[in-house]
């Protein structure tokens, strides 16, 4: 056979080797339920899984709509406002099957956000959404994306959803990422909340239906997660309830340390607004999953109203509530987390923002803190076994984590 033949033969079996990339089927118990190609924000397309595993439930959201899925994101859900929490969004990026990466990129958003907002355009909520007086319209996902990393994101259901269940879907679309790439490993960003069922998945806190930790994580960072746990909501009640409490203008979909409070002279009952269960209602669990005590070493914020029965529960001059420590007997995971383990296999990468200068809130002010998580327990490394590295931008805010250029930069070098 001719030399010049065989060069070109094997051309072209390189090319087709290189160029197929090999892919398998989902796991038997996820169920694609639709795909939608034309999406917002730069995104390429986003698939709707369902897990049909038993031992998902579905969790409560607020009577009023505060928390229901909006935007593209309601369309995705089926055009379900309130979707059942078995059912989750993966989005995948311009690239995400043609990237130079080798190892591709999940990443995972925070409490009352989703996917677009976080990651692909801060300012789709306006003027202070993304923690500044503006915000840019591109995000992490167009920086990696652009640097030859396949891209994806998970949606979930339940915006203050239960970490238990939304640990187990990263799992869920870490193993539909490598069905579809035919990789071994992905690479985890978990930001704020998202720190939870991130850093969760890897050490297999799971609940007694859920399935372990599958080996595929190759580096997992965590964007101003609590991972020492923080008491914001109880250290600030009065100025946090304000934007919550309905009769006094509140409408964010965030959870109240008080269940009475008075507004304008009138004194109202809220146990649906609870991050403690109360009167049948739990609709922020993944809140009070997050929860530890900080008095003992920042102290209370005594400048606040009922700033004592706030945190340490009882009956104020104008609220009620139970206190922190109901609270987190009620269910904080933080010494479950800390005790238990990550993976040595897995290094662990930490990252604290130190400015705490959001816009439109009360801002933590106790201690050194990106104006929600202190410093601190971003950084804290209990129950880290392989710690990557632990880095402070002190120029960003807690919401700037997802787009400052410093912090952008700081995770591309984690993961390249």
Same mark, same amino acid.
């Given at each position: 056979?001719?030399?010049?033949?065989?060069?070109?033969?094997?051309?072209?079996?390189?090319?087709?080797?290189?160029?197929?990339?090999?892919?398998?089927?989902?796991?038997?118990?996820?169920?694609?339920?639709?795909?939608?190609?034309?999406?917002?924000?730069?995104?390429?397309?986003?698939?709707?899984?369902?897990?049909?595993?038993?031992?998902?439930?579905?969790?409560?959201?607020?009577?009023?709509?505060?928390?229901?899925?909006?935007?593209?994101?309601?369309?995705?859900?089926?055009?379900?406002?309130?979707?059942?929490?078995?059912?989750?969004?993966?989005?995948?990026?311009?690239?995400?099957?043609?990237?130079?990466?080798?190892?591709?990129?999940?990443?995972?958003?925070?409490?009352?956000?989703?996917?677009?907002?976080?990651?692909?355009?801060?300012?789709?909520?306006?003027?202070?959404?993304?923690?500044?007086?503006?915000?840019?319209?591109?995000?992490?996902?167009?920086?990696?994306?652009?640097?030859?990393?396949?891209?994806?994101?998970?949606?979930?259901?339940?915006?203050?959803?239960?970490?238990?269940?939304?640990?187990?879907?990263?799992?869920?679309?870490? =193993?539909?990422?490598?069905?579809?790439?035919?990789?071994?490993?992905?690479?985890?960003?978990?930001?704020?909340?998202?720190?939870?069922?991130?850093?969760?998945?890897?050490?297999?806190?799971?609940? =007694?239906?859920?399935?372990?930790?599958?080996?595929?994580?190759?580096?997992?960072?965590?964007?101003?997660?609590?991972?020492?746990?923080?008491?914001?909501?109880?250290?600030?009640?009065?100025?946090?309830?304000?934007?919550?409490?309905?009769?006094?203008?509140?409408?964010?979909?965030?959870?109240?340390?008080?269940?009475?409070?008075?507004?304008?002279?009138?004194?109202?009952?809220?146990?649906?607004?609870?991050?403690?269960?109360?009167?049948?209602?739990?609709?922020?669990?993944?809140?009070?999953?997050?929860?530890?005590?900080?008095?003992?070493?920042?102290?209370?914020?005594?400048?606040?109203?009922?700033?004592?029965?706030?945190?340490?529960?009882?009956?104020?001059?104008?609220?009620?509530?139970?206190?922190?420590?109901?609270?987190?007997?009620?269910?904080?995971?933080?010494?479950?987390?800390?005790?238990?383990?990550?993976?040595?296999?897995?290094?662990?990468?930490?990252?604290?923002?130190?400015?705490?200068?959001?816009?439109g809130i009360w801002n933590e002010t106790r201690g050194p803190s990106d104006?929600?998580?202190?410093?601190?327990?971003?950084?804290?490394?209990?129950?880290?076994?392989?710690?990557?590295?632990?880095?402070?931008?002190?120029?960003?805010?807690?919401?700037?984590?997802?787009?400052?250029?410093?912090?952008?930069?700081?995770?591309?070098?984690?993961?390249?």
């Amino acid at each position: 056979m001719p030399r010049t033949l065989i060069a070109v033969i094997l051309t072209v079996v390189a090319f087709f080797t290189t160029a197929v990339v090999p892919a398998s089927a989902d796991p038997s118990y996820l169920s694609l339920e639709a795909t939608y190609p034309t999406v917002s924000n730069g995104w390429a397309k986003v698939d709707r899984y369902r897990d049909t595993t038993a031992g998902f439930h579905d969790e409560q959201y607020p009577p009023d709509g505060r928390g229901d899925q909006d935007g593209q994101r309601r369309t995705f859900f089926g055009g379900v406002a309130r979707p059942s929490s078995s059912r989750f969004l993966l989005y995948s990026a311009p690239g995400w099957n043609t990237g130079s990466q080798a190892t591709p990129v999940l990443l995972v958003h925070g409490a009352n956000d989703n996917p677009d907002r976080a990651w692909a355009n801060p300012n789709e909520s306006g003027g202070f959404g993304c923690g500044s007086a503006s915000c840019p319209s591109t995000g992490l996902m167009q920086y990696l994306s652009s640097r030859g990393f396949r891209v994806f994101a998970i949606g979930f259901a339940h915006k203050q959803g239960d970490n238990y269940q939304q640990a187990q879907q990263v799992g869920d679309a870490i =193993a539909v990422i490598k069905a579809r790439l035919g990789v071994g490993s992905v690479d985890v960003v978990g930001w704020s909340k998202g720190m939870m069922s991130a850093r969760m998945y890897v050490a297999s806190v799971r609940p =007694a239906w859920g399935r372990a930790y599958a080996g595929d994580v190759r580096r997992l960072a965590l964007l101003g997660g609590p991972n020492g746990g923080y008491d914001y909501p109880f250290a600030h009640g009065w100025a946090h309830d304000f934007s919550i409490w309905p009769e006094c203008g509140g409408k964010v979909n965030a959870p109240s340390p008080h269940t009475n409070m008075t507004c304008y002279g009138q004194y109202t009952s809220h146990p649906e607004l609870s991050i403690t269960p109360t009167g049948g209602w739990d609709a922020y669990p993944g809140q009070r999953q997050m929860l530890a005590r900080w008095d003992g070493v920042y102290g209370v914020n005594t400048s606040t109203q009922d700033w004592y029965t706030t945190y340490y529960g009882g009956q104020g001059f104008y609220t009620n509530g139970p206190g922190i420590q109901a609270a987190v007997n009620a269910g904080s995971l933080i010494a479950t987390i800390q005790g238990a383990p990550t993976p040595s296999s897995v290094p662990v990468y930490l990252l604290a923002g130190g400015s705490p200068t959001i816009v439109g809130i009360w801002n933590e002010t106790r201690g050194p803190s990106d104006g929600v998580v202190f410093v601190t327990s971003a950084l804290d490394t209990t129950g880290v076994t392989t710690v990557g590295a632990t880095t402070l931008v002190g120029s960003v805010n807690h919401l700037q984590l997802g787009w400052a250029s410093a912090a952008m930069s700081t995770v591309t070098g984690w993961l390249s």
